[in-house]
Nanobody
Framework: QVQLVESGGGLVQPGGSLRLSCVAS?????????????MGWYRQALGKQRELVAAITSSGMTNYADSVKGRFTISRENAKNTVYLQMNSLKPEDTAVYYC??????????????WGQGTQVTVSS
């Protein structure tokens, strides 16, 4: 079973930057048993529902929430089984727990989905 571990959260001032990392326990990016996958970053602010921030597919397509377009960038480093979320020009409203999500479609059929444990991002002066 693939496990996800996030890191990189913390406290940053408005206008600052952070880079979140999500490391998968297995080499999913080059696995021949995988038909396709999507790795995404979600966030959940206090008292609010979890929302999609950004996602990247196995074909390299990316998708961003309107609120982060132009400020956040999702990328992956296959050799390190890692997906990153570069967050620039951070705003107080970006404060939330950020979660990594993985959805795999297997060549043999079936779908697997898992979440990381989350990492806190706080934007405050």
């Amino acid at each position: 079973q693939v496990q996800l571990v996030e890191s990189g959260g913390g406290l940053v001032q408005p206008g600052g930057s952070l880079r979140l990392s999500c490391v998968a326990s297995e080499s999913i990016f080059s696995s021949g048993s995988i038909f396709s996958y999507t790795m995404g970053w979600y966030r959940q602010a206090l008292g609010k529902q979890r929302e999609l921030v950004a996602a990247i597919t196995s074909s390299g397509m990316t998708n961003y929430a309107d609120s982060v377009k132009g400020r956040f960038t999702i990328s992956r480093e296959n050799a390190k089984n890692t997906v990153y979320l570069q967050m620039n020009s951070l705003k107080p409203e970006d404060t939330a727990v950020y979660y990594c999500n993985l959805v795999i479609s297997w060549r043999a059929g079936g779908v697997f989905s898992d979440w990381g444990q989350g990492t806190q991002v706080t934007v405050s002066s």
